[in-house]
């Protein structure tokens, strides 16, 4: 099992920026990270993923293209997203995971979680 602990949420006006970071722990293996958010009443939605292992391969969800970017430091097992330009429709709940898959980052399964760290962008 992998343990993520994610941390860097808070509430910024838009246009602004904030950096999420997540660390992960445990004996599990992972090859695969991930950051996903959900908003209030809407699907948990794939934000950006990255492998951790040679070429460090990435992928984004078209909304956060040029905008967002995924980063993984694998001496400290953390991962971060720096998110830019922010607005309103970023508002969400946001949550880091792990899984081993081949087809990282475009897909795969996680199955570890992180407990959520909240990001709120004010018009």
């Known amino acids: 099992q992998v343990r993520l602990v994610e941390s860097g949420g808070g509430s910024v006006q838009t246009g602004g920026s904030l950096r999420l970071s997540c660390t992960a722990s445990?004996?599990?293996?992972?090859?695969?990270l991930g950051w996903f958010r959900q908003a209030p009443g809407k699907e948990r939605e794939k934000v950006a993923a990255?492998?951790?292992?040679?070429?460090?391969?990435?992928d984004y969800a078209d909304s956060v293209k040029d905008r967002f970017t995924i980063s993984y430091d694998s001496r400290r097992k953390s991962v971060h997203l720096q998110m830019n330009s922010l607005t309103p429709d970023d508002t969400a709940v946001y949550y880091c995971?792990?899984?081993?898959?081949?087809?990282?980052?475009?897909?795969?399964?996680?199955?570890?979680w992180g407990q959520g760290t909240q990001v709120t962008v004010s018009s």
């Open positions: 995971a792990a899984g081993s898959s081949p087809h990282c980052p475009r897909g795969g399964e996680y199955d570890s």
């Open positions: 990255i492998y951790t292992f040679s070429g460090g391969y990435t």
């Open positions: 445990g004996p599990g293996y992972f090859n695969c």
